[in-house]
């Protein structure tokens, strides 16, 4: 399997933005499985599963993901900004080239062009 780690750390729109997600990446396959042992709170779960599942339907491809880790903080995690670098941890571990999506336009997270 792959690894993947993406550490969202910044400041945008005058907010603090952070979400820290590791995970494992199988090879493509029939259908995509993502298996959650990080541990942490559903809603953030959720929001890494967002992520992979939409960055996996952009580039068309199936695979198992194991989320291992996932890191935030009280004040500055949201499951958008969970969903953010879950996208960038799966483009880590496929050594994806980038891509305009996601992106910050002030505090929002843009997560594909409307």
Do not use: W
């Not at 494992?24 to 559903?42: C, F, H, L, M, Q």
């Amino acid at each position: 399997m792959k690894e993947g780690r993406y550490k969202l750390a910044k400041a945008a729109g005058g907010c603090c933005h952070f979400a820290d997600v590791s995970i494992r990446v199988g090879e493509p396959s029939n259908e995509t499985k993502i298996i959650d042992e990080s541990g942490t709170y559903a809603d953030m779960v959720e929001g890494a599963v967002f992520g992979l599942k939409l960055e996996l339907d952009r580039i068309d491809q199936k695979r198992e993901i194991i989320i291992d880790e996932i890191v935030t903080t009280m004040a500055d995690s949201t499951p958008p900004k969970v969903s953010y670098a879950a996208i960038f941890a799966l483009r880590s571990a496929l050594r994806i080239e980038e891509y305009p999506y996601p992106r910050f336009e002030g505090r929002e997270i843009v997560f594909e062009e409307n």
